[in-house]
């Protein structure tokens, strides 16, 4: 591409998992009892959905899906998003597709008719806020890439892909196609690693779309940069990967986070947090301020800055999706 | 009676609406906008729900319904319980199934099939906490007479009914025969008023069940006395009603609550509360506090301490389930 792509549309289109959260409180030993994976993030089938459900205390249910939570912060923050990922044509695919759309939001894939139920995470939260994740992927998996709509994908900004869903076979194919359509288009293509596990089973496919530069925009933790690059320290890790895309955000839980973008690099601590009740979506709000810094062009320092400031709003209340007003908060901090 | 009833193996059994609010923060304009009645609650049908929940911001899901969100407060002091209510055999109904047995309620009454669905609350949360309530009743309403095993509730020491289920007509026949039920054992029956308008559309039969000496606890608030008696003055209405009921408990918001028993009467002001955040369920949770007081053979003022002790929790966050340790909050402050 050498003309300049139009005017975009959207900000940001997201493809992602269609979830709603069912989060609980728990014993730090109901962890080990049923033998979860602390921290992390677990597919489970409907069997062991049921089952942990029936282990699990008073919930309540807040939409959720990776994607979708970083797309509400940056709605939240004044972006134009859409949004892409599969319900079931039930009342949790109804919760999800209201609270994404209450934002703001455009979100048109119609919802899937019969089973599997739209996808639930059962996430334990134990008292030090740390959330444990199981997730039943239900229709979420079952996203054909005849939802994408090529012309709208090309009419946005930035493509913003969630590592999650690279899993199921049906949807990644989506996204690799929706890859496509918006480079083709002259957009930029993000992608959020989401857990070790997906880049344990998924490593190739993403260093070979790094490798090809593919990616413009990475965001990994430091446990997911040492899956994808075979390094347990965090600048060797760094190093390598800022070489393969132009911008990497690799965050570091309460050490904060650094951004390195074509060759420009910053850092920025953790944003104080009263109580840390629930840390579920950190990662998630802190790509959605991120992006949304990024998307208007600031600087990288307050890219980062805007990261933390969401991420910390989201782990002091239950829940992924924010409460507070994230553009006042940001205003407030920021000016 | 003459005989003294056996043991019972519930501290009480509750009969009420099975439902699932649905609950977003919303701007005082919007109140208007939508033709709310603020600080109420209002029956809706299917599309004026449809119409309320587009207009809502995003929201979550919390396990609601009145006497259920006492019973789980009762749950949580201690009080063994069990609950009687309609849901449909749907997700939001599985959500009400779950959050009220994973209390350790006991909750047996089969869930209805076809629709209509899972009762639903919209709950409009306006910035100085209080709650505007929009309720759809859907399965909730069709709760059968069938549904009540009478050995059960002849097995509870109190029987708990909840005056907006007293509208519908299926459930109101299901509670008068649970009444009769529960006086021929040698139970009490305890009632809230829930209310104006349920008074307003109710009282003829409120009252013939005060004169018949079917009522032996009441629990009202200023407004459903004023609404019950006629009588703007609170002590007036006050001595009028406490001439017919053996236990007589009014709440007045911030100006804390009375208790008339048998003669006797105390008064306890509002428990301190850091933010009001969000008054759903003030108070379904007084009433918790106090009636698991007075099931243990508490002093008046403590039952009554124990009442403001728990609606203060409950106004700290949305929800109208508990989520601190009731009985660890009720023993730190009252010892």
């Known amino acids: 591409m050498t003309e300049m792509p139009p005017e975009p549309r959207y900000d940001v289109i997201a493809i992602g998992n269609a979830i709603v959260d069912v989060m609980a409180p728990c014993r730090d030993e109901l962890i080990e009892e049923l033998g979860l994976n602390r921290g992390g993030m677990t597919l489970v089938d409907a069997a062991r959905a049921e089952e942990l459900y029936a282990a699990m205390g008073p919930a309540r249910e807040i939409s959720g899906g990776s994607a979708a939570n970083t797309l509400a912060g940056m709605a939240m923050l004044g972006a134009e998003c859409a949004f892409i990922g599969q319900v079931a044509d039930d009342q949790l695919g109804a919760v999800f597709q209201h609270d994404i759309r209450a934002v ?16 639930r995470c059962l996430i334990f939260v ?8 199981n997730t039943f992927l239900g229709a979420s998996q079952f996203l054909p890439p005849a939802a994408l709509d090529d012309a709208v994908i090309a009419s946005a900004g930035i493509l913003y892909l969630e590592g999650y869903l690279w ?16 480079r083709e288009a002259g957009r930029k293509v993000a992608f959020t690693a989401s857990e070790s596990f997906v880049i344990d089973r998924h490593g190739a496919d993403f260093r070979a779309l790094m490798n090809e530069g593919q990616i413009d925009i990475l965001f990994v933790n430091e446990h997911e940069l040492a899956s994808l690059t075979g390094e347990n320290d965090f600048e060797t890790g760094v190093a390598r990967v800022s070489a393969k895309v132009p911008v990497l955000v690799a965050t570091r839980s309460a050490r904060g986070a650094i951004a390195i973008a074509h060759g420009e690099r910053a ?35 307050r890219c980062l800055r805007m990261g933390a400031i969401c991420a910390a709003e989201i782990i002091g209340h239950y829940g992924a999706r924010p409460e507070a007003d994230l553009a006042a908060l940001v205003e407030e901090k920021l000016g």
Do not use: H, K, N, Q
């Open 267 to 301: 850092e920025v601590a953790a944003e104080p947090v009263a109580r840390v009740v629930d840390t579920t979506g950190a990662g998630d709000l802190f790509a959605a301020g991120f992006l949304t810094g990024y998307a208007r062009g600031e600087g990288l320092e």
């Open 126 to 133: 134990t008292p030090d806020g740390e959330r444990t994740m």
């Open 167 to 182: 899993d199921p076979e049906e949807p990644r194919r989506a996204m690799r196609r929706a890859i496509e359509v918006a």
């Open 104 to 119: 703001g939001i455009d979100y048109d894939t119609p919802a899937r008719a019969g089973d599997p139920p739209t996808a």
